[in-house]
Antibody
Framework: VLLQESGPGVVKPSQTLSLTCAVS??????????WHWIRQAPGQGLEWIGL???????YYMPTLRPRLTISVDTSQNQISLDLTSVTAADTAVYYC?????????WGQGTPVVVSS | AIQLTQSPSSLSASVGDRVIITCRAS??????LVWYQQKPGKSPKLLIY???SLESGVPSRFSGSGSGTEFTLTVSSLQPEDFASYYCQQSHGFPVTFGPGTKVDMK
């Protein structure tokens, strides 16, 4: 499975960040996978922020839960992330990652800078 | 959430050195542990999955061991391209969690 993230690059503070993850090589409907978003702020470690299963069940990082929505679009075979009310603390590289029985596939990541 | 700790947080080594990095889990995770290598500006590269299975294409100088709560990543003879950061990650329980990383630099 191949994953390709895309996003706006720069987002203004208080706006909504929207990212997509195009999936190829398999279907997002395949129940064997879980689909995750992981981010890495500059100079920092890796931080899991949320996941979605093919059936639509989601789990979010507790501190982001009020602002975060992850969804699956089976018609486009992609995963989406929406993060509202962004601040400078949301500046990071965002990765789309799939897990199949614990085995990961990573996208290349898309950088996001929150700046006015 | 399952917490992962790594030691050391950083180390200085020379080409040819044997390097061992430890990852400890706050509770038993069976063999559900992955090791990554990351270089600046790059996405994490999978080295080891299921605690001890070598990813295809990864040099055999990398090896992983352990189960339960204690795991190790060993580089048997450090090469110039191995200077990087290394992370462990567990997928035994949700959420997926990562260790804080170990930076390996040149002595």
């Amino acid at each position: 499975v191949l994953l390709q993230e895309s996003g706006p690059g720069v987002v203004k503070p208080s706006q909504t960040l929207s990212l997509t993850c195009a999936v190829s090589g398999d279907s997002v409907s395949n129940s064997a996978y879980s689909w995750h978003w992981i981010r890495q702020a500059p100079g920092q470690g890796l931080e899991w922020i949320g996941l979605i299963f093919s059936g639509g069940t989601t789990y979010y990082m507790p501190t982001l839960r009020p602002r975060l929505t992850i969804s699956v679009d089976t018609s486009q075979n992609q995963i989406s992330l929406d993060l509202t009310s962004v601040t400078a603390a949301d500046t990071a590289v965002y990765y789309c990652v799939s897990f199949w029985s614990g085995y990961p596939h990573w996208g290349q990541g898309t950088p996001v800078v929150v700046s006015s | 959430a399952i917490q992962l700790t790594q030691s050391p947080s950083s180390l200085s080594a020379s080409v040819g050195d044997r390097v061992i990095i430890t990852c400890r889990a706050s509770q038993g995770i069976s063999s559900s542990l992955v090791w990554y290598q990351q270089k600046p500006g790059k996405s994490p590269k999978l080295l080891i999955y299921d605690a001890s299975s070598l990813e295809s294409g990864v040099p055999s100088r990398f090896s992983g061991s352990g189960s339960g709560t204690e795991f190790t990543l060993t580089v048997s003879s450090l090469q110039p391209e191995d200077f990087a950061s290394y992370y462990c990650q567990q997928s035994h329980g949700f959420p997926v969690t990562f260790g804080p990383g170990t930076k390996v630099d040149m002595k």
